[in-house]
């Protein structure tokens, strides 16, 4: 059964601290996906990867930074978090192999910054 | 990236009923897929449509792509408490072959009420 992985569902931080957010993908997945998601937006793409060490922005990058060391994980950095991050952060993977790629999404974190 | 608005926003009906959510773009599509995430958890891709007029279904669900290919609907018959959740369609997008993101809509909840 394929697996995405996310290190907490809740997590809650105080403005000014650094954050990680960290996903496993268990199904050799080349493409990796950082979202987050509000009431009324929607999924909005913050960063993506499709490589091991290499990453893309997305529509929302200011504020984050990623991190891909290795093929299987992805983690989301939150330099200095502030209240306007508060949100639930999904990961996703896709094969990249493929048209009409599915992407596979792990259960989320919702983070509250205080 | 394109806007994908999806309607209604909110719905709320009784078991059994029927019912059909919408996705409208003002671009063509070159395909799209359809999200169901429920409370909790990430989303699951449910079908991927790809040419215009085509209709797929699964189970009690029937998902149509306008001819055109700038809209598509979904429609639920005899809707059951296990269809509650927030339905997002996405349009894949990007210029490597295998690497598509998605821009998701800002999707319909749907609360099956028994």
């Known amino acids: 059964d394929v697996k995405v992985t996310q290190s907490s569902r809740y997590l809650v931080k105080r403005t000014g601290e650094k954050v990680f957010l960290e996903c496993v993908q268990d199904?050799?997945?080349?493409?990796m996906f950082w979202y987050r998601q509000d009431p009324g937006l929607g999924l909005r793409l913050i960063y993506f990867?499709?490589?091991?060490?290499?990453?893309e922005k997305g529509d929302i990058p200011e504020g984050y930074s990623v991190s891909r060391e290795k093929k299987e994980r992805f983690s989301l950095i939150l330099e200095s978090a502030s209240t306007n991050q508060t949100s639930m952060y999904l990961c996703?993977?896709?094969?990249?192999?493929?048209?009409?790629?599915?992407?596979?999404f792990g259960p989320g974190t919702r983070l509250t910054v205080l | 990236t394109q806007l994908l608005e999806q309607s209604p926003q909110f719905l709320s009906i009784q078991e059994g009923e029927n019912l059909t959510v919408y996705c409208n773009s003002s671009?063509?599509?070159?395909?799209l897929q359809w999200y169901r995430q429920e409370p909790g958890e990430g989303p699951v891709l449910l079908v991927t449509?790809?040419?215009?007029?085509e209709v797929k279904k699964l189970k009690r669900l029937t998902f149509q792509f306008g001819d055109a290919r700038k809209d598509s609907s979904l429609h639920i018959t005899a809707a059951q408490p296990g269809d509650t959740g927030l339905y997002l369609c996405?349009?894949?997008?990007?210029?490597?072959?295998?690497?598509?993101?998605?821009?998701f809509g800002t999707g319909t909840r749907l609360t099956i009420i028994p």
């Open positions: 996703a993977s896709s094969p990249g192999t493929s048209d009409y790629n599915e992407q596979f």
């Open positions: 199904m050799d997945h080349e493409n």
């Open positions: 990867s499709y490589d091991v060490k290499m990453k």
């Open positions: 671009s063509v599509f070159s395909s």
């Open positions: 449509v790809v040419t215009g007029g």
């Open positions: 996405a349009d894949p997008w990007g210029s490597n072959f295998g690497n598509e993101k998605l821009t």
